[in-house]
């Protein structure tokens, strides 16, 4: 028949053995209690850490101790650290365990450790693709189509129309005869007035007119019609 009471002392003294420094009991009545650190092994910065308590139960190893996870860093996951640490205890029971359960422990930190990287990695690479994505997209512009081009034209042209009109509007508008300007200049009305008042005292000097012959009117009257 087990002596429970030996097992557990006896895997006292191998667990202060082996972690020497960062084995720490909190009682040792009714039974022992006891706390254990843990780290996932990564060279990262941010590493996953905890520690592990236990409290043996009267009939360990045949009974499975009790286990809480405490001082979590870096990782929110602590419920199922400890149920996973539950099963595997439930696997090991009739020997001692603690030694197995930190392994465990340790093991699943890297696991998940692993899978936190991965996540942040996968999250940064989808980031870069969007931003790359939209930069091209934004290079890219429209890709055109047929019924994207025919659209654009129809919209051209109809945008040409309204421009040319105007533009033949301005012009017209612009475009004076002879007999308009000298309506609209009034200069000329009162230089003719004037001239007419003066009468005889006003003197042409013919010399200016020597050339009028060789002038033709009619081709001067259709280029202004033009």
């Avoid at 941010?46 to 236990?54: E, I, R």
């Avoid at 301005?170 to 002879?178: E, R, Y």
Wanted: proline fraction near 2%; glycine fraction near 2%; aromatic fraction near 8%.
């Amino acid at each position: 028949m087990m002596d429970h009471h030996e097992e557990q002392v006896n895997e006292i003294e191998a667990l202060d053995s082996i972690y020497c420094g960062d084995f720490e009991i909190i009682s040792v009545q009714p039974y022992h209690e006891f706390a254990i650190p843990v780290r996932a092994d990564s060279d990262d910065e941010v590493c996953l850490s905890c520690t592990l308590k236990f409290t043996y139960t009267p009939k360990y190893p045949d009974e499975v101790p009790q286990i809480e996870v405490q001082d979590a860093e870096n990782f929110e996951e602590t419920d199922r650290l400890a149920e996973h640490l539950k099963e595997t205890a439930q696997e090991n029971l009739g020997m001692v365990m603690v030694f197995t359960l930190v392994s465990a422990a340790q093991e699943w930190l890297n696991q998940l450790g692993d899978e936190l990287k991965d996540k942040k990695e996968e999250m940064v690479r989808l980031k870069v693709e969007a931003e790359e994505e939209a930069e091209r997209k934004r290079f890219e512009g429209t890709r055109v189509t047929v019924e994207s081009f025919m659209k654009w034209k129809k919209a051209f042209d109809e945008e040409m129309s309204v421009f040319k009109k105007k533009v033949k509007e301005d012009k017209d508008s612009k475009k004076l005869t002879g007999k308009e300007l000298f309506l609209l200049d009034k200069s000329l009305n009162e230089s003719d007035l004037k001239f007419l008042e003066e009468g005889d005292d006003f003197k042409v000097d013919e010399t200016l007119f020597e050339d009028m012959d060789e002038l033709d009117l009619d081709e001067m009257d259709e280029e202004d019609d033009s």
